[in-house]
C-alpha cells in the first residue's frame, strides 16, 4: 500500500499517518507502576504539613552552622522563591521528614565545599574524548527538560576501560568529570515554582560491560542519590539486553521507592520508538534514530522536523512541492529501526521532463543514521523521498524534515 504525503507548505505541527499512542507502549517494559506526576513546587499548593515541615526546616537551617549556605547560586535562606524549590528537593527525597531532610541537606553541602562543586563546570578535567560518547547533555525534551545521555558501551575495550577505571585515582577523577557534567545540565534548569526544575536522563545500555562497571556505576547512583534530590523527571533505559534484571537486582537496594518510580526501559531495538513519544527528533541523536548531529549546535537552535509512522506493509511518499528552478533543496530523514528500502528523486513540472534520480533506492539497516542530502534543480518541480516498509509487519516511527534555498543568480 502507498501513502503520500505532501507537505505544501511545511508543517511541523502535522503527524501524517498517525496511530493511537498505545501502539507504541507495547515496545516498552516498564517499572512503574504509577504514572510519576512532577511536582511544581508552588507553596501554595502543599498540604498544610508540608507547609509547615518547609517553615521547619527553614527555621533549623537558620539554627544551624549552614545558615549562610547557598547551593547551585542560591542563598538557601534569601527569601526567594527559588530556595524555596531546592529545600522541597530535599524534603520529598525524606518523604518530609524534617530532621532526615536537615541532615541530608547538611551532608550535601559539606560533600558540594569538599568537592569544590560550585566551580566544577569551569575545570577541564581531561576527558574531551569521551564527550558526547559517554555523558552528555543534549536538547530538550516535549516539556522543555534539558535531556542528559549516558552510554558506557565505549568500556567494553579493555583499553579503553583500564585507561579511565584502571586504578582509585583513575577512577576519582571519572566520577569527577560526571558530576561536571550533571552539573552542567543543573545549571539549565528554572529553580521557580511552575518552571522546568527537573531533566530527563536517557541510559544507553548498549554493550555496558556490566560486571566491570558495577564499583563505577553504584558510586556514581550514590552520589546522585545523595547529593542531587529530585533532579530527574524520567529515566529512560534504552537498549535494554534480557540479562538487566540482574544488573538492576544489583543497584536497586540503591534507590528510593520515589526514583524507580521514575524509570522507564525499553528493549534492544525500539530506542526511536520510546524517544519519540518524549523527545522531538530534531533533539534526539542521530544514533538513537534522531536528526541531532554533533555539530548542529553551531547553527542556532535546531529546525523543527515532521514527525509521522509507516505501517508494516506500506509504502510512503513524502512530496515536496513548490520547488523553483536553480533552488537547493536541504532535507534531512530518518525512520527508526530502518531495515527497509529508501529513494529520492525529483520530478520536474514540465510536460514531457524526465525524472531524476538523486538518490538511488537502497537498503537501510537498523544501524544506519539519519539520511542528510541535498539537490540543486535545474528546472522548477517537486522532489520525492519515498520509504518502503512493505516487507516488514512492524510499524515504525520516522521523521523528516527540510529547507530550500532559492536561487541568488539573476536571471538575463
Known amino acids: 500500500m502507498d501513502s503520500a504525503l505532501s507537505p505544501s507548505p511545511f508543517d511541523p505541527t502535522k503527524t501524517p499517518n498517525a496511530e493511537p499512542k498505545k501502539s507504541f507502549?507495547?515496545?516498552l517494559i516498564t517499572l512503574r507502576s504509577n504514572h510519576f506526576k512532577e511536582d511544581t513546587y508552588f507553596v501554595s499548593e502543599l498540604k498544610p504539613t508540608e507547609q509547615k515541615a518547609l517553615q521547619d526546616l527553614k527555621e533549623k537551617l537558620s539554627s544551624s552552622s549552614f545558615g549562610a549556605s547557598s547551593m547551585w547560586g542560591v542563598p538557601l535562606l534569601g527569601g526567594d522563591d527559588r530556595a524555596d524549590v531546592i529545600l522541597l528537593k530535599f524534603l520529598r527525597a525524606r518523604d518530609f521528614k524534617v530532621g532526615d531532610s536537615l541532615r541530608m541537606l547538611e551532608k550535601c553541602l559539606e560533600w558540594r565545599e569538599e568537592f569544590k562543586a560550585e566551580k566544577l563546570t569551569e575545570e577541564d578535567l581531561g576527558f574531551k574524548d569521551l564527550e558526547g560518547k559517554v555523558a552528555y547533555m543534549r536538547g530538550y525534551d516535549k516539556e522543555g527538560h534539558p535531556v542528559c545521555y549516558n552510554a558506557y558501551g565505549v568500556f567494553k575495550e579493555r583499553e579503553m576501560y583500564e585507561r579511565v577505571f584502571g586504578d582509585d585515582e583513575k577512577l576519582k577523577s571519572f566520577l569527577r568529570w560526571r558530576v561536571q557534567v550533571l552539573e552542567r545540565g543543573v545549571k539549565m534548569l528554572h529553580f521557580k515554582p511552575g518552571g522546568v526544575n527537573s531533566m530527563i536522563q536517557v541510559t544507553d545500555l548498549k554493550d555496558m560491560p556490566k560486571r566491570e562497571l558495577r564499583v563505577a556505576s553504584n558510586q556514581i547512583l550514590s552520589l546522585f542519590q545523595d547529593n542531587?534530590?529530585?533532579?530527574?523527571?524520567?529515566?529512560?533505559?534504552?537498549?535494554?539486553?534480557?540479562?538487566?534484571?540482574?544488573?538492576?537486582?544489583?543497584?536497586?537496594?540503591?534507590?528510593?521507592?520515589?526514583?524507580?518510580?521514575?524509570?522507564?526501559?525499553?528493549?534492544?531495538?525500539?530506542?526511536?520508538?520510546?524517544?519519540?513519544?518524549?523527545?522531538?527528533?530534531?533533539?534526539?541523536?542521530?544514533?538513537?534514530?534522531?536528526?541531532?548531529?554533533?555539530?548542529?549546535?553551531?547553527?542556532?537552535?535546531?529546525?523543527?522536523?515532521?514527525?509521522?509512522?509507516?505501517?508494516?506493509?506500506?509504502?510512503?511518499?513524502?512530496?515536496?512541492?513548490?520547488?523553483?528552478?536553480?533552488?537547493?533543496?536541504?532535507?534531512?530523514?530518518?525512520?527508526?529501526?530502518?531495515?527497509?528500502?529508501?529513494?529520492?528523486?525529483?520530478?520536474?513540472?514540465?510536460?514531457?521532463?524526465?525524472?531524476?534520480?538523486?538518490?538511488?533506492?537502497?537498503?537501510?539497516?537498523?544501524?544506519?543514521?539519519?539520511?542528510?542530502?541535498?539537490?540543486?534543480?535545474?528546472?522548477?518541480?517537486?522532489?520525492?523521498?519515498?520509504?518502503?516498509?512493505?516487507?516488514?509487519?512492524?510499524k515504525k516511527v520516522a521523521a523528516y524534515r527540510y529547507t530550500v534555498r532559492k536561487s541568488t543568480t539573476a536571471a538575463v
Not at 509521522?308 to 532535507?331: D, P, R
Not at 531524476?356 to 539497516?365: D, F, G, L, N
Open 228 to 394: 542531587y534530590p529530585e533532579m530527574v523527571a524520567t529515566k529512560i533505559f534504552i537498549n535494554v539486553p534480557w540479562y538487566f534484571s540482574v544488573i538492576y537486582s544489583m543497584f536497586s537496594p540503591f534507590l528510593t521507592h520515589r526514583t524507580k518510580s521514575k524509570f522507564i526501559m525499553s528493549k534492544e531495538g525500539n530506542a526511536a520508538e520510546t524517544l519519540y513519544k518524549f523527545i522531538r527528533p530534531e533533539d534526539i541523536p542521530v544514533q538513537y534514530g534522531g536528526l541531532s548531529r554533533p555539530t548542529d549546535s553551531q547553527n542556532g537552535p535546531p529546525k523543527p522536523a515532521v514527525e509521522f509512522s509507516i505501517k508494516g506493509g506500506e509504502k510512503v511518499n513524502i512530496q515536496i512541492e513548490g520547488i523553483e528552478g536553480g533552488a537547493t533543496i536541504t532535507w534531512d530523514i530518518v525512520v527508526g529501526g530502518w531495515d527497509l528500502e529508501y529513494t529520492a528523486e525529483f520530478v520536474p513540472n514540465a510536460e514531457g521532463s524526465y525524472a531524476i534520480v538523486v538518490e538511488k533506492p537502497r537498503k537501510m539497516k537498523a544501524s544506519d543514521e539519519a539520511v542528510c542530502n541535498s539537490f540543486t534543480t535545474g528546472e522548477a518541480g517537486k522532489l520525492i523521498l519515498s520509504v518502503d516498509n512493505t516487507l516488514s509487519r512492524k
Open 25 to 27: 507502549m507495547s515496545s
